[in-house]
């Protein structure tokens, strides 16, 4: 099972990918969106190459569980991820994952400077970690969380 994990922002994407087994979560790209068009073509060779099985998209919510701009915009980018592909699209929570992203990459020992590249990778990794752990490791289907 190939997942691939994406963290959507409104300028930058970031990408992470699971090990063929499942088991992994590791960062992959960031795309930098241009338009919708660039952005969901980027995509769609990423899941040609590499063989991914299902994506998984953050979804933000807010900190008391309310839908957000935010969400509606992760909501409506799932949605046209599931019309260009023919794979599953999960919705995975991705509360407070660029703040646990953040934390990771100081620990790690990076300065800021250096994290904006990779933040939204890490991002993706949080996110795809949160659903690898709820996921069954033989196919895409979560124990929990939303399908788009």
Known sequence: MRVLAIDFGLKRVGLAMSDPGGTLALPYATLVKKDNSQLFSEIKDVLDLEGVDCLVVGLPVGLEGEETLSTRQ???????????????????DETLSST?????????GLSARKQKPVL?????????????????PTDCTPTTGHTE
Request: net charge positive.
């Open 74 to 92: 992760a909501r409506n980018f799932a949605r046209r991820l599931s019309r260009i592909t023919s794979r599953p699209v999960y919705l995975q």
């Open 100 to 108: 646990e992203a953040a934390q990771r990459l100081r620990e790690s």
């Open 120 to 136: 939204d990778q890490m991002a993706a990794v949080v996110i795809l970690e949160s659903f690898l752990a709820s996921s069954s």
